[in-house]
Every structure is written in structure tokens, then in C-alpha cells.
């Protein structure tokens, strides 16, 4: 019984049922409720850390099955459709480019890239982070696991770079010399790159359905071109803020452009599996940027990509076969996908829009936007997933605000945005925060502090640069 938690358990089965148990509201069909009753036990169950997500997950397509909510007395449809999320070329988008990231690691591009930008850039502290964020900005639109982006390629270096001028992990006293000032640094960085990219973290193509849902279109250059200046912004911005209120002991870290150059040396010339790497990923971008001109959607781009691996021996069957976080992923976000679509389908999105519509109709959209954009925003503090907070809220929100009038390009990508930056609130709030404060270099209250700044500050900059740049290239 390791892995269940008994006391987070029994409050998730305890508020399933009691939901399941109250009578479905006026407006609201019975299957409706019940779905609703296992989905929330099953996002309460991913927040308490009652079960590994997964866990959750199969119990959430067992009783959907058991119950025959989505096909009333019809047992086979009923377990049909509570598998269907595993068909959803969405789910397979980010799967696939969970394999297509390993070359990234395996092949040592990543490295490669980030030692490069540091020899570049790495003459001062404020340089040095600059390089591992643009490090960080050229993989996001191929590495969608914003956790092995952050947490497998650039946290490593962060690290070693900040050991390399004296401040060590294990002590505390060192810290402030360099290693706190880059760890939130490079934490930040990633978080805006994640948010820059359909394809930048796995819970963005989670958006994209779930505006599909409601009838709003966003392709994978619609997402860039909404996200390239806001993110811009706040990529220049974030580690100026942190420079001033977070600064570094040490000011100018000039043998840092040695130690990557040295890295560089030792890593020799660029492998035959290193160029592969490379023209796998210009492939990439040219068809997910240009994919609608030849009909190829972005799931058919990544399979182009992840057989040009598998053909050049970049990737074998026994590396899809041992990348454990993308077969994780697909089962659990094929479930979440399925209880939010059919919430939908079943009129439940459509009934709580309108009961909240019915409490805040009398307010223009223009104020509706801000306060919904702030609740999701702030509502991250609840969260330990950012994968669970857009399956629970996401399409519930944005149903709010397209029903108050609000334009649905907006708030669809405003919401998908935040879905990212609001990972700057608290040290678990994005997969890649274990992974940074697990280092020690940032004090609980100082992440916290620290990251309640940088969250304001990125979204000052999302809603008014980013709102103005909508406005001005027409998307609303």
C-alpha cells in the first residue's frame, strides 16, 4: 500500500460520492453529475496525492465504465467511450514528442546548445542567465516536457555553473554568490518558454481541445504568433526583476565562457546523430508553422519526425519503449481529456457558464476578463499539477467568458498563457519547481516571495502587452 495514500483516499472517495449522491441541479442531466462526481474525486485524488496520477486515472475509466454514464445501459458503448481519449490525436501530439525530446538529451544536442549560448553570453551573472534561458527558448518548441527540458538539460549546468564559481548546494552560506539568483532565473525562463509554444509544455494541447470544444480554432502558429511578444517581454524582463530583488553576490562570472567552451571541447565535433537531431527539428518547425498550407496537422508533423529517428537510428524501439514519462503521460492525459470533453458534451460547461453568467452578467467583458484571468491565476496555489489545474478549470472558465461576451481568441489563449507562467507562485506549481528547489539554493519563503513578484509581473505583461499585441494583429 505504498503507493495509495489511506487518508488522502478515503476524503477523495468521500467527496465522490457525496457529489454523486446530491441531486443533479435543475438544467443538468443525471449522467452529467455523476461523471462531474468522478471527475472532481479524481482531480481532488491528483491534488491530495492520494494515488500516482496514473492510479487515478484507471479508477476514473473504471467507473465511468461501471456506471454507464456516458451510455446509459449500454455496457460495451459505455467502456468505448470512456476509452476514446486514447484516440485523440492531441494526446498522441505530446506523446510523441515526449520520444522526440530524448533525442534531444541523448544525442547531447541540448548540452551542446546550452554550453554554446553560455560561451556567448556568460560574462556576467545577469549574461550567464540569459544564455541557459535562450538555451531553454530554442528546445521549448520541440521539448514539450517542460520537466526534461528544465529539469534534464539546463538544471544540470545551471548547477555545475553555479558549483564552478564557489556556491555550493550544501552550503548555505554560498548560495546568494550565485546559485539562488540562477535557479529561479533558469526556473522562470523555462516557464515562459513553456508558455510561448503549442508544443512548449504538455498541458498546452490541452487547451487546444478544450477550446476546439467550444468552437475555437488554434493552430500551432496561431499559438506562437499570440505568445512571440508578451513572451519576448517577459524573457528580457523576468531576469532584469530577479536581478534587482533577488541579486547575485557575484556580479561578473567571466570564466564561465571558458568552462563552456572547455564543455564544448570535451564534447567533441558534432556527431552524425547530433546533425540528424538537428534537421529533425528544423523539419518540425517548417511543417507545424506551415502544416495547414499542405493539410499536415501537428500530430501528423510529430510521427514525420519521431520515424526520421527511428529510420536513422537517433532513437530505437527500446528508447520509446523506456521513456516511461510520455507512456505516463498519454494514459492519464487521455483520461482527464475524456471526462472534461464529455462534461462538455453532456451540457454540464454550457449549465455552469450560464450559472455564473447568471451572478456576473450585469459586468462588461472587459471587466469579466481580468477577474477570471485572476481567479485562474491565483486558484494555482491549490495546485500541485498544472496539467490537473487545466483540466479542472480551463474549459469551465473560458465557457464563463465566451458566454459574457468576452472574444473566445482572448481568453482562450490568455488562459492557455497563464496556464504556464502561474508555475512562478509556489515550489510545486510546475513539473520542472521540484526539480529547482530541490537544489537548496532557494529558501521556501524566498521562492514563494519571490515567485508572488515575478507571477504579478509576468502577467502584467501577458495582459496588456500581450492583450495589446492581440488586438493589433487582429486576433479579437
Given at each position: 500500500?505504498?503507493?495509495?495514500?489511506?487518508?488522502?483516499?478515503?476524503?477523495?472517495?468521500?467527496?465522490?460520492?457525496?457529489?454523486?449522491?446530491?441531486?443533479?441541479?435543475?438544467?443538468?442531466?443525471?449522467?452529467?453529475?455523476?461523471?462531474?462526481?468522478?471527475?472532481?474525486?479524481?482531480?481532488?485524488?491528483?491534488?491530495?496525492?492520494?494515488?500516482?496520477?496514473?492510479?487515478?486515472?484507471?479508477?476514473?475509466?473504471?467507473?465511468?465504465?461501471?456506471?454507464?454514464?456516458?451510455?446509459?445501459?449500454?455496457?460495451?458503448?459505455?467502456?468505448?467511450?470512456?476509452?476514446?481519449?486514447?484516440?485523440?490525436?492531441?494526446?498522441?501530439?505530446?506523446?510523441?514528442?515526449?520520444?522526440?525530446?530524448?533525442?534531444?538529451?541523448?544525442?547531447?544536442?541540448?548540452?551542446?546548445?546550452?554550453?554554446?549560448?553560455?560561451?556567448?553570453?556568460?560574462?556576467?551573472?545577469?549574461?550567464?542567465?540569459?544564455?541557459?534561458?535562450?538555451?531553454?527558448?530554442?528546445?521549448?518548441?520541440?521539448?514539450?516536457?517542460?520537466?526534461?527540458?528544465?529539469?534534464?538539460?539546463?538544471?544540470?549546468?545551471?548547477?555545475?555553473?553555479?558549483?564552478?564559481?564557489?556556491?555550493?548546494?550544501?552550503?548555505?552560506?554560498?548560495?546568494?554568490?550565485?546559485?539562488?539568483?540562477?535557479?529561479?532565473?533558469?526556473?522562470?525562463?523555462?516557464?515562459?518558454?513553456?508558455?510561448?509554444?503549442?508544443?512548449?509544455?504538455?498541458?498546452?494541447?490541452?487547451?487546444?481541445?478544450?477550446?476546439?470544444?467550444?468552437?475555437?480554432?488554434?493552430?500551432?502558429?496561431?499559438?506562437?504568433?499570440?505568445?512571440?511578444?508578451?513572451?519576448?517581454?517577459?524573457?528580457?524582463?523576468?531576469?532584469?526583476?530577479?536581478?534587482?530583488?533577488?541579486?547575485?553576490?557575484?556580479?561578473?562570472?567571466?570564466?564561465?565562457?571558458?568552462?563552456?567552451?572547455?564543455?564544448?571541447?570535451?564534447?567533441?565535433?558534432?556527431?552524425?546523430?547530433?546533425?540528424?537531431?538537428?534537421?529533425?527539428?528544423?523539419?518540425?518547425?517548417?511543417?507545424?508553422?506551415?502544416?495547414?498550407?499542405?493539410?499536415?496537422?501537428?500530430?501528423?508533423?510529430?510521427?514525420?519526425?519521431?520515424?526520421?529517428?527511428?529510420?536513422?537510428?537517433?532513437?530505437?524501439?527500446?528508447?520509446?519503449?523506456?521513456?516511461?514519462?510520455?507512456?505516463?503521460?498519454?494514459?492519464?492525459?487521455?483520461?482527464?481529456?475524456?471526462?472534461?470533453?464529455?462534461?462538455?458534451?453532456?451540457?454540464?460547461?454550457?449549465?455552469?457558464?450560464?450559472?455564473?453568467?447568471?451572478?456576473?452578467?450585469?459586468?462588461?467583458?472587459?471587466?469579466?476578463?481580468?477577474?477570471?484571468?485572476?481567479?485562474?491565476?491565483?486558484?494555482?496555489?491549490?495546485?500541485?499539477?498544472?496539467?490537473?489545474?487545466?483540466?479542472?478549470?480551463?474549459?469551465?472558465?473560458?465557457?464563463?467568458?465566451?458566454?459574457?461576451?468576452?472574444?473566445?481568441?482572448?481568453?482562450?489563449?490568455?488562459?492557455?498563457?497563464?496556464?504556464?507562467?502561474?508555475?512562478?507562485?509556489?515550489?510545486y506549481g510546475h513539473g520542472p519547481a521540484p526539480v529547482f528547489f530541490g537544489s537548496g539554493y532557494v529558501d521556501l519563503k524566498s521562492w514563494w516571495v519571490k515567485g508572488l513578484v515575478t507571477g504579478l509581473t509576468m502577467l502584467l505583461?501577458?495582459?496588456?502587452?500581450?492583450?495589446?499585441?492581440?488586438?493589433?494583429?487582429?486576433?479579437?
Amino acid at each position: 500500500m505504498k503507493e495509495v495514500k489511506i487518508p488522502q483516499a478515503l476524503i477523495t472517495l468521500v467527496v465522490g460520492i457525496a457529489i454523486w449522491l446530491i441531486p443533479a441541479p435543475d438544467g443538468v442531466v443525471i449522467e452529467a453529475w455523476h461523471l462531474f462526481a468522478i471527475f472532481v474525486a479524481t482531480i481532488l485524488g491528483i491534488i491530495l496525492k492520494a494515488a500516482p496520477m496514473g492510479t487515478m486515472c484507471m479508477i476514473a475509466i473504471a467507473l465511468t465504465a461501471f456506471s454507464q454514464v456516458l451510455a446509459p445501459g449500454e455496457a460495451g458503448k459505455s467502456i468505448t467511450l470512456a476509452l476514446r481519449g486514447f484516440g485523440d490525436k492531441v494526446i498522441w501530439l505530446i506523446g510523441i514528442s515526449f520520444f522526440i525530446a530524448r533525442g534531444f538529451i541523448k544525442t547531447g544536442l541540448g548540452n551542446r546548445i546550452a554550453f554554446l549560448f553560455i560561451r556567448i553570453f556568460g560574462k556576467s551573472s545577469l549574461g550567464l542567465a540569459y544564455g541557459l534561458g535562450l538555451a531553454d527558448l530554442v528546445l521549448a518548441p520541440a521539448v514539450p516536457s517542460n520537466t526534461a527540458r528544465g529539469g534534464g538539460i539546463i538544471y544540470p549546468i545551471m548547477k555545475s555553473m553555479s558549483m564552478s564559481f564557489g556556491s555550493m548546494p550544501d552550503q548555505p552560506e554560498t548560495h546568494r554568490k550565485l546559485g539562488s539568483y540562477l535557479t529561479l532565473s533558469s526556473y522562470n525562463a523555462n516557464l515562459i518558454a513553456s508558455s510561448m509554444f503549442l508544443t512548449g509544455t504538455a498541458s498546452n494541447p490541452m487547451c487546444q481541445k478544450f477550446a476546439l470544444n467550444l468552437g475555437i480554432k488554434i493552430s500551432w502558429i496561431s499559438w506562437a504568433t499570440a505568445a512571440i511578444v508578451p513572451g519576448l517581454v517577459a524573457f528580457f524582463v523576468i531576469p532584469l526583476v530577479l536581478y534587482k530583488i533577488y541579486p547575485p553576490e557575484l556580479k561578473k562570472t567571466g570564466d564561465a565562457p571558458q568552462i563552456a567552451a572547455q564543455k564544448l571541447k570535451e564534447m567533441g565535433p558534432i556527431t552524425r546523430n547530433e546533425w540528424m537531431m538537428l534537421l529533425t527539428f528544423f523539419i518540425l518547425l517548417f511543417l507545424w508553422m506551415t502544416g495547414d498550407l499542405f493539410s499536415i496537422d501537428a500530430t501528423t508533423t510529430a510521427f514525420i519526425g519521431l520515424v526520421i529517428l527511428l529510420l536513422t537510428s537517433v532513437l530505437t524501439w527500446e528508447d520509446v519503449k523506456a521513456e516511461k514519462g510520455a507512456w505516463d503521460t498519454i494514459v492519464w492525459f487521455s483520461v482527464l481529456v475524456m471526462m472534461a470533453s464529455s462534461l462538455n458534451e453532456l451540457g454540464f460547461i454550457g449549465w455552469f457558464s450560464n450559472l455564473v453568467k447568471a451572478e456576473i452578467g450585469g459586468l462588461s467583458w472587459q471587466m469579466a476578463f481580468p477577474i477570471i484571468i485572476l481567479v485562474y491565476f491565483f486558484s494555482h496555489y491549490l495546485f500541485a499539477s498544472a496539467t490537473a489545474h487545466v483540466a479542472a478549470m480551463y474549459a469551465a472558465l473560458l465557457g464563463v467568458g465566451v458566454s459574457l461576451g468576452i472574444p473566445g481568441l482572448l481568453l482562450a489563449f490568455m488562459l492557455g498563457f497563464v496556464g504556464s507562467i502561474y508555475g512562478t507562485l509556489t515550489h510545486y506549481g510546475h513539473g520542472p519547481a521540484p526539480v529547482f528547489f530541490g537544489s537548496g539554493y532557494v529558501d521556501l519563503k524566498s521562492w514563494w516571495v519571490k515567485g508572488l513578484v515575478t507571477g504579478l509581473t509576468m502577467l502584467l505583461i501577458y495582459m496588456v502587452i500581450g492583450g495589446l499585441w492581440l488586438r493589433l494583429i487582429g486576433y479579437f
